[in-house]
């Protein structure tokens, strides 16, 4: 069955780069798109960017000088990428296929 | 950025009731190739959101026909009919016609 599972640091400081990646099942990534959104603790969801089955990637413009999404399809995995991060980048960050399917989220916290 | 304006932001309703929730968009959600783009998503407390409807109407797998959407163009509307305890949680509108994506703030149901 289709799955998707988040990976990552947990805990990143202040100014430095989180790198997150995305472990995908059930599905090839060159026949599905990939998004990433975020989640600020008790907050509602934010869109930050997909990579498409062809490889192309969009960005939400408001992070889009700090993200960069790519992926490993031999290893059915999608990363992100994301630097100078700053307190309010704190929150669960998800990927999901298509909105259809979703991880299960991974807690980062940016903290010295 | 197209804006989502979900209503109400909260509402308690005893089992068995229904329910209706409002999303409205700053702009057409029509994409060009005449379809639109409009979801809506569960997010029970401390899950990852889940899809229940898609393309406006849509009921997402294994949904049940208790949940239905309806509308057009900037008007959109989630009704729940005969609610269930496994209802609770926060419901999100999405729109996935114009970047960036974005989310309705949400609209938390809680059970009397």
């Known amino acids: 069955q289709v799955q998707l599972k988040e990976s990552g640091p947990g805990l990143v400081q202040p100014s430095q780069t989180l790198s997150l990646t995305c472990t995908v099942s059930g599905f090839s990534l060159t026949s599905y798109n990939v998004h990433w959104v975020r989640q600020p603790p008790g907050k509602g969801l934010e869109w930050m960017g997909v990579i498409w089955s062809g490889g192309n990637t969009d960005y939400n413009s408001a992070l889009k000088p700090r993200l960069s999404i790519s992926r490993d399809t031999s290893k059915s995995q999608v990363f992100l990428t994301m630097n100078s991060l700053q307190t309010e980048d704190t929150g669960i960050y998800y990927c999901?296929?298509?909105?259809?399917?979703w991880g299960q989220g991974t807690l980062v916290t940016v903290s010295s | 950025d197209v804006v989502m304006t979900q209503t109400p932001p909260s509402l308690s309703v005893a089992i068995g009731q229904s329910v209706s929730i409002s999303c409205k968009s700053s702009q057409s959600l029509v994409y060009s190739d005449g379809k639109t783009y409009l979801h809506w998503l569960l997010q029970s407390p401390g899950r990852s959101p889940k899809r229940l409807i898609y393309?406006?109407?849509n009921l997402g797998s294994g949904v049940p026909d208790r949940f239905s959407g309806t509308g057009s163009q900037k008007d959109f509307t989630l009704k729940i009919s005969r609610v269930e305890a496994e209802d609770l949680g926060v419901y999100y509108c999405a729109q996935t016609t114009h970047f960036p994506f974005t989310f309705g703030s949400g609209t938390k149901l809680e059970i009397k």
């Open positions: 393309q406006v109407s």
């Open positions: 999901n296929r298509g909105f259809a399917y």
